[in-house]
């Protein structure tokens, strides 16, 4: 069993830039592809960007490539979402996942969350 604590959540204006962390525990969390989604108020959940259990392989929303930037340090049992020149339409929570399979499969054990606000 996995757990995944996210953090890095924060009111941000338009244009700055979060790094989001994804801490895991309680499995092997290096065997797992890593993914980050994201909802907004009012709208169901939607794909942001995935990495492989190696971290050579990404793949990512259309709406958030060029800006986001999706890592991992298997060592340190971590996922990272770095997200640059950020957008009032990038505010929600957003959720850290793990998955045998990874996107477009579904995803084993996920995060609680952590909100991400931007103003413009």
């Known amino acids: 069993q996995v757990q995944l604590v996210e953090s890095g959540g924060g009111l941000v204006q338009a244009g700055g830039s979060l790094r989001l962390s994804c801490a895991a525990s309680g499995g092997t969390f290096s065997a797992y592809a890593g993914g980050w989604f994201r909802q907004a108020p009012g709208k169901e959940r939607e794909f942001v960007a995935t990495?492989?259990?190696?971290?050579?392989?990404?793949y990512y929303a259309d709406s958030v490539k060029g800006r986001f930037t999706i890592s991992r340090d298997n060592a340190e049992n971590t996922v990272y979402l770095q997200m640059n020149s950020l957008k009032p339409d990038d505010t929600a929570v957003y959720y850290c996942a793990a998955g045998s399979v990874g996107w477009p499969g579904t995803y084993d054990y996920w995060g609680q969350g952590t909100q991400v606000t931007v103003f413009s």
């Open positions: 990495i492989n259990w190696r971290g050579d392989g990404t």
